[in-house]
Nanobody, 119 residues
Framework: VQLQASGGGLVQTGGSLRLSCVAQGNIFRINAMGWFRQAPGKQRELVAMSRGGSTDYADFVKGRFTISRDIDKNTVSLQMNSLKPEDTAVYYC???????????????WGKGTQVTVSS
């Protein structure tokens, strides 16, 4: 199983970016899919997560970022609007999923995509 993220880049303050991630491989079911980020010198933190029919957002992105999932295509996207310099970080796609013939849930990470917001 691999998570492939795309869509990062450089944008000015107030601009927008859209991140996308696709999970590929021998997947039975994806229980949750979302995004974390890690800025230099800081711990990785949750940005947004979609699990079942619900979504959770970090307080610092509420009203600016929107997460969406396509369950049939095993994809998750993050629309980021009104970007701020403090949003600069490496953004990681994350999925909690099950594989065939196993009752266990596995945690997978993508390699990360850089988002840089200039002031």
């Amino acid at each position: 199983v691999q998570l492939q993220a795309s869509g990062g880049g450089l944008v000015q303050t107030g601009g927008s970016l859209r991140l996308s991630c696709v999970a590929q491989g021998n997947i039975f079911r994806i229980n949750a899919m979302g995004w974390f980020r890690q800025a230099p010198g800081k711990q990785r933190e949750l940005v947004a997560m979609s699990r079942g029919g619900s979504t959770d957002y970090a307080d610092f992105v509420k009203g600016r970022f929107t997460i969406s999932r396509d369950i049939d295509k095993n994809t998750v996207s993050l629309q980021m609007n009104s970007l701020k310099p403090e949003d600069t970080a490496v953004y990681y796609c994350n999925a909690d999923l099950m594989v065939p013939y196993s009752d266990d849930e596995y945690d997978y990470w993508g390699k990360g995509t850089q988002v840089t917001v200039s002031s």
